[in-house]
């Protein structure tokens, strides 16, 4: 029981990042018509600087600080120099050129830090332990990550339903065309969409880089399953992206922490891990699979 | 032939179809007229069936359409044209009828033979193109034809699928004077061999082909009648100007 | 199909270079040249078959690497089953093994694509990379053959007449499958079946509305692109004789995509230079730094911004009267 407990509340953090970064890329999809392969880099930027800043300096606020800088100026400098000559194209064109932005933005990386994962943990503060419910004790850090992702998520919403940016948003997901006509300086509004979703995915990458390790090639992993996100979501929908975050994290969470013990029932230890592990890696593309074939749109389609 | 009864169909509050009737006999030519926004082309959708009514039946000859697809409604002969042309622009005039041609004989998933060179294909073809007069551009590439070449070939694929009852959403669009003046000439040299709804805006064109016209206002039919009848018609004239 | 005089000249220098490949080897004693050469091949093939489906048909999959996996994974599965005793020793032979890393891909495509099929744009593409990262993770999670370490042959599929170590003869036999699978696609791209994936890719909307069904064409094309795919998969795993999950990772789906276009999309012969292309990168680029990749990106980005029509198209030079490499 405290194990579910705790697999709940693992579900619900990566929930609340896979949200980070699909509320980006669904925005930036919706409002630009943009398929953007590199948010991932943005991703992988934000945990990149803000490990270093935070080897460097010692602390882990300057770190996250620098992690959402570090993505915002990148996102804002790839969507001038780059995307902005795609928003007109076919999304194809989009996903090759955004391509190879990932095979720049990985060598880069590469170049500057070499290919051995970078280190970072959680600061002292917050690497303890805090007892949700008596006997439960579950790391802080995890929960400071849920905190700071629901306030996040809460902030977006109060933005796009309650203030004038939310409703140019809202208005340009569904009427592009006639934004430009209407007055609103579109050029202006796309780049600070795209400013809004990179530097999302960097706080994403900087709060997640001391669970996981920081390496090269983690923003293609978080990538993909931000797109099923956002596909089971409904492209363009910041609601489907809560909705869809959740619903993957939880799936992807409680299968890798259930499936394996239960296959070792039936096989050798070595063997049902590794199968426990492959089939828990593909339980979110079959229930991607099962909503684009029950609901071809994504569950919460944006209208238009 | 065609029987459309009770037809309706909403898009939110907004009523496009509301209980519609229609019928058209065989060999006639039936023209559907009526002001902007009346639902005209929410209407087409449904008879092609891009759109699924709300309620209501369409009958041809008694098969009931609205439980075929688009393709097979075609199969079943009911065939439509585009009001903004959908030709293939990278392919001859040619190609295009023959491929429609190729489709209704229904052998495709033919791998070896070069269809270019099949004249079972491009015979029939090029007698459609000479029909509608395109024979003489018969290679070349669609997006280098004109505007009025590409209304005929795009009424020369409608034809190419040997409907008996075409659905002609506005192919006047776009014509010039003597374009239009022989499209009209085409048209109404087609009458009697099949049927036709001629969804059009030219009122010259309507009254010259039509020999039945029935009026759409707000989703609704508000007149139905010979020509003269409609053109005399006190509450046509009010929803084409508006009720005094 | 109308290739303008100097694509020809181009395609039959290409076929001559390809031809005199091995005496070249031998001549400035690079065998690595071979092996290179075969990598060609195979890439062509791979990428023509998803030519069919994105060039042709206009059904952008971000997934193609599956097929060429599970072609790959086939006969490596089948020699290791071999050499375990559980299956019988002629399953190893070529005549065998290859027409199953045909037909396998095939079928699963013919399941796969009538679930995809169903959607389309985005969700296409989509769609068609979670199904190839299933395979992908299947592959990774499967200990008994491999798993991440992937998966050696101890040797090649026996062709007949042909000693299995004998390098220049396996590249002939690639060129000899390169050959064969272009000249079948040209035909296949003029046929009544080729025509209809044609119309489809330029207006769906129109073919359904002259009668055409077009769910089951679509879905030949996905099922043959795969096959060819497959077909490529067994060489690979011949030339190496190593098959790795990698081989189905969507990066890999995504240098074939980036193959196709850099070739020319709907380019019949596109698909041997985009191969080449990017293998020959591959291979130099390498051997300059490290960091190759930092070049191949921007090259690709270039490549996707610029030239529309790929490098083929830039051969024929301006023509007139079309818009793409295509008659």
Known sequence: ?304 | MLDISGLCKRFGGLVATDAFNLAIAPGELHALIGPNGAGKTTLIGQLAGELHPDAGTIHLDGADLLALSPPARVKAGLTRSFQITQVLMQSTALDNVALVEQIRQGHSFRFWRQAASDRRLTDPAMAMLDRVGLAPRAHITAENLSHGERRQLELAMALATRPRLLLLDEPMAGLGASEAAAMTALLAGLKGQLAMLLVEHDMDTVFALADRITVMQNGRAIASGLPDAIRADPVVRDAYLGAP | ?327
Request: hydrophobic share 60%; net charge positive; charged share 10%.
């Open chain 3, 1 to 327: 199909m109308a290739e303008t005089p100097r694509q020809i000249a181009v395609l039959a220098l290409a076929a001559a270079l390809f031809v005199a490949l091995p005496a070249i080897a031998a001549a400035t004693a690079r065998p690595d040249l071979i092996t290179l050469g075969s990598q060609i091949a195979i890439m062509a093939i791979a990428v023509a078959g998803l030519d069919l489906l994105m060039g042709r048909t206009g059904l952008p999959s971000f997934g193609h690497a599956a097929w060429l996996g599970l072609g790959g994974y086939t006969v490596a599965i089948l020699a290791t089953h071999a050499a375990q005793g559980s299956l019988p020793p002629w399953v190893t032979q070529a005549w065998f093994a290859w027409p199953a890393a045909i037909v396998i891909p095939a079928v699963l495509a013919l399941a796969i694509g009538a679930l995809c099929l169903r959607t389309t744009g985005i969700s296409f593409i989509m769609i068609t990379l979670a199904f190839a990262q299933m395979f992908f993770f299947l592959f990774i999670a499967l200990k008994a053959y491999g798993g991440d370490d992937g998966l050696s042959m101890r040797r090649r599929n026996a062709l007949p007449f042909i000693a299995p170590r004998d390098d220049v003869a396996f590249f002939y036999v690639c060129l000899a499958a390169l050959a064969l699978v272009l000249f079948g696609l040209r035909r296949l791209a003029a046929s009544r079946f080729g025509t209809v994936l044609d119309g489809i890719r330029q207006n769906e909307r129109r073919m359904a509305a002259i009668g055409l069904a077009t769910f089951r064409y679509k879905l030949a094309a996905f099922v043959l692109s795969a096959a060819i795919a497959g077909l490529a998969g067994a060489l690979h795993v011949n030339l190496f004789r190593f098959a790795s999950p990698d081989l189905l990772h969507w990066t890999m789906s995504g240098e074939l995509m980036v193959m196709v276009v850099l070739g020319g999309l709907g380019s019949l012969w596109g698909p041997v230079f985009g191969a080449a292309a990017m293998v020959l990168l591959h291979a130099f680029l390498a051997q300059w730094t490290e960091h190759w990749q930092i070049v191949l990106g921007p090259i690709l980005i270039a490549a996707v911004l610029l030239a529309r029509r790929g490098l083929w198209g830039a051969v024929g030079g301006r023509r007139r009267g079309a818009s793409g490499g295509r008659a």
């Open chain 1, 1 to 304: 029981m405290t194990l579910l407990l705790e697999q709940l509340l693992n579900g619900l953090q990566l929930g609340v990042m896979l949200f980070l970064m699909a509320a980006g890329l669904t925005l930036v999809f919706g409002v630009m018509g943009l398929i953007n392969l590199a948010h991932g880099s943005l991703y992988m930027i934000g945990a990149y600087a803000a490990a270093w800043v935070q080897q460097r300096t010692g602390s882990f606020l300057a770190g996250i600080a620098a992690g959402l800088a570090a993505a915002a100026v990148l996102g804002m400098a790839l969507e001038a120099a780059i995307l902005r000559r795609l928003y007109a194209r076919e999304h194809l064109d989009q996903v090759l050129a955004t391509f190879g932005v990932i095979l720049f933005c990985n060598e880069a990386v590469a170049m500057l830090f070499g290919r051995q994962p970078l280190m970072a943990g959680p600061p002292p503060w917050l690497s303890g332990f805090v007892e949700i419910v008596p006997g439960v004790p579950y790391p802080a850090y995890r929960l400071a990550i849920i905190a700071t992702g629901l306030a996040v998520a809460a902030g977006l919403y109060g933005l796009i339903t309650h203030t004038r940016i939310g409703m140019r948003l809202r208005a340009g997901a569904t009427h592009r065309d006639l934004l430009g006509a209407l007055g609103v300086r579109v050029g202006v509004l796309f780049t600070m969409v795209f400013g809004l979703g990179a530097m999302l995915a960097g706080l994403a990458g900087a709060l997640t880089g001391p669970l996981l390790s920081v390496q090269i090639g983690m923003g293609e992993r978080i990538l993909i399953t931000t797109f099923v996100v956002i596909v089971i979501g409904g492209l363009g929908s910041v609601r489907g992206a809560l909705a869809g975050s959740l619903l993957v994290g939880m799936v992807d969470t409680l299968t890798r922490a259930y499936l394996p013990t239960t296959l070792r029932a039936v096989l050798p230890a070595s063997d049902a891990d590794a199968l426990g592990a492959g089939l828990s890696s593909m339980a979110i593309f079959i229930l991607m699979a099962a909503v684009l074939l029950w609901r071809p749109r994504g569950l919460f389609p944006a209208h238009g």
